[in-house]
């Protein structure tokens, strides 16, 4: 079936270096992606979205990058801090009216200091 | 407060017994999700509600588990004769457009003995 996944599980980086995290969805009609953080023992906070029609988007210290053609997508932190620590969450909305996110397993994000 | 509030935070209880587990969606919201997420794994669908419409329920995975709504408010999951397996954490998210940013609440983490 449809699924979206994570290409890296873990990801270490040291404080004040970028951290790109990734993500492979299958579903062609998938219009909608949005990032979320999880912190340890909290529920899941919206980071950054972006439709299909846009290919970049950019937030605070955050990007997000969408590649249709062979879907993918990716977060980009800058100059990544201790508090970004965290479960990074993909999901997708799988296009037109239908509601549902279907989210991947997830990528522990682990800064150094 | 402002956000999704779940309770309880967390519950223990024995195999064979049933649970409520409750959720308060912020105010004005009118669409409502329940998720599970299993240790160390991503969130898994199991109800939407969506103002006055038929739930989608496709995302129970058995028919000890059920979902109510009171209108556009308060919404409680129950599992009945609870097993092993579905201990988790069970998030509950609300959002004031069908298709868009979920706001999640810190969830209700079930063990069962």
């Known amino acids: 079936g449809e699924s979206v996944g994570l290409h890296l599980p873990t990801l270490s980086v040291q404080e004040g270096d970028n951290s790109i995290i990734n993500c492979a969805y299958s579903n062609s009609a998938s219009d909608y992606f949005i990032w979320y953080k999880q912190e340890s023992g909290k529920g899941p906070q919206f980071i950054i979205d972006?439709?299909?029609?846009?290919d970049k988007r950019q937030g605070q210290r955050v990007t997000v990058l969408l590649n249709k053609t062979v879907k993918h997508l990716s977060l980009q932190i800058a100059a990544t801090q201790p508090g970004d620590s965290a479960v990074y969450f993909c999901?997708?909305?799988?296009?037109?009216?239908?509601?549902?996110?279907?989210f991947g397993k997830g990528t522990l994000l682990t800064v150094n200091p | 407060g402002a956000g999704v509030s779940q309770s309880p935070s967390n519950k223990v209880t024995e195999k064979g017994k049933d649970v409520e587990l409750r959720c308060d969606p912020i105010?004005?919201?009118?669409?409502l999700y329940w998720y599970r997420q299993r240790l160390g794994q991503g969130l898994e669908f199991l109800i939407y509600?969506?103002?006055?419409?038929?739930?989608?329920k496709s995302g129970l995975p058995s028919d000890r588990f059920s979902a109510e709504r009171t209108g556009e408010s308060v919404s409680t999951l129950t599992i009945q004769r609870t097993q092993q397996e579905d201990s988790a954490v069970y998030l509950c998210?609300?959002?004031?457009?069908?298709?868009?940013?979920?706001?999640f609440g810190e969830g209700s983490r079930l063990t069962v003995l």
């Open positions: 999901a997708e909305n799988s296009g037109g009216s239908n509601y549902k996110l279907t």
């Open positions: 972006i439709r299909s029609n846009m």
């Open positions: 998210a609300s959002s004031p457009v069908m298709v868009g940013e979920l706001f």
């Open positions: 509600f969506q103002g006055n419409s038929a739930p989608d």
């Open positions: 105010s004005g919201h009118t669409a």
